[in-house]
């Protein structure tokens, strides 16, 4: 399985919105608000690394309120 981190940039005011989007999406394993430099981390999986891809594509980008993301994929040892 393929994890992935996603620290996320809101529109101003959108904060919630998302969150409320992201909460609601299967691949969305984990979604916290953060004070600093992102507003959000969402923790998602993927059965693979093309699916994970796929729903970074496809599904974060067409989230209203998503203004910038940072991909942090996971590696096993």
Known sequence: ???????IKTVPGME???????SDLE???EVHVLYGEHDLIARIG???S???A???LST???IKGIRDTETLITVDY
């Not at 399985?1 to 620290?7: R, S």
């Not at 919630?16 to 992201?22: A, E, G, I, P, S």
């Open 1 to 7: 399985m393929g994890t992935a981190f996603i620290l």
């Open 16 to 22: 919630r919105d998302v969150y409320l989007t992201l």
């Open 27 to 29: 691949c969305v394993l």
């Open 46 to 48: 993927a059965k693979n």
């Open 50 to 52: 093309s699916e994970l």
């Open 54 to 56: 796929t729903i970074l």
């Open 60 to 62: 974060f980008r067409t």
